[in-house]
């Protein structure tokens, strides 16, 4: 049991960390936009578009990883 919860554990922690990195892309490009004094460009609006329902796919395999660990605790 041990063995599937560290893959599960990992398996969150590398979920976790590419979420902060669409975060800072994220970021960063609404940054450069304010920056410029300018609104978001259509390249920039779909790249954030991509990176949004990535973020989201990403959330929803960490809440159902967390889950399955939690019921495996019970």
């Given amino acids: 049991m ?6 599960n554990d990992a398996m969150i922690r590398r979920l ?4 902060e990195e669409r ?3 994220v970021q960063g490009t ?3 936009a ?5 609104d978001l460009n259509d390249t920039e609006k779909s790249s954030l578009a991509d990176a949004r329902a990535r973020m ?3 959330q929803d395999q ?7 660990a ?4 019970q």
């Fill in 2 to 7: 041990a063995v599937n919860s560290q893959a």
């Fill in 16 to 19: 976790e960390n590419e979420l």
């Fill in 23 to 25: 975060n800072a892309f």
């Fill in 30 to 32: 609404i940054s450069n």
């Fill in 34 to 38: 304010q920056d410029g004094e300018r």
């Fill in 56 to 58: 989201e796919n990403l």
């Fill in 62 to 68: 960490i809440v159902a990883l967390e889950s399955t």
């Fill in 70 to 73: 939690n019921l495996a605790q």
